[in-house]
């Protein structure tokens, strides 16, 4: 039966990342993962060789530089030159006079709290709003007006086919 590649290459990240096989393994099955597919990725990878392996052995450090003419050449040698301490000169030691602290009041908090005052003055854009509300309003009103006299004429539409056909008889 073919591996899994999915659940092997997840294994295999996980492993290189540090953490157990077994931890690796429980988070596949908390995943949704089949049990007989996680344990067998698991065997194959512990059957292969680590990639570390394959790829090369661990690099050995010289323990010194090499020492070639060339950078002796460019690199010149550090002469140590003698340093001697200057003197430093004596400065009298001034006496330094305390200043008196300032005593502070004991800071008493205010048992009242003030709130902000807000501005009563209207907004500049309150009249704005009070010209489009007014217009609003009448046209509204003017609506329902037309509406009533729609309702009246069709409630008292054969009074009124009645009245104006006498008028135009007479």
């Not at 990342?17 to 990725?41: C, I, P, T």
């Not at 301490?85 to 048992?111: D, G, H, R, V, W």
């Not at 006299?149 to 069709?154: K, N």
Request: charged content about 25%; cysteine-free.
């Amino acid at each position: 039966m073919a591996v899994n590649e999915e659940i092997l290459s997840a294994l295999r990240y996980a492993t290189e990342r540090g953490q157990s096989l077994k931890g690796s393994m429980n988070a596949l099955l908390n995943a949704g993962y089949n049990l007989a597919e996680v344990e067998e990725a698991a065997q194959e990878l512990e059957t292969m060789p680590s990639l570390e392996k394959q790829i090369m052995p661990a690099p050995q450090i010289p323990s010194e530089p090499p020492k070639t003419p060339l950078l002796k050449k460019l690199i010149p040698e550090k002469k140590s030159i003698p340093v001697t301490p200057e003197p430093k000169p004596s400065i009298p030691k001034q006496q330094f006079t305390k200043l008196p602290t300032p005593e502070f009041e004991a800071y008493q908090e205010k048992e009242e709290y003030q709130k902000p005052v807000r501005s009563v003055a209207p907004k500049p854009y309150d009249r704005e709003v009070s010209s489009e509300k007014t217009l609003i309003i009448v046209l509204v009103a003017f609506l329902i007006l037309l509406v009533g006299v729609l309702i009246l004429l069709l409630v008292f539409r054969k009074q009124l086919i009645n009245f104006f056909s006498s008028l135009s008889a007479s």
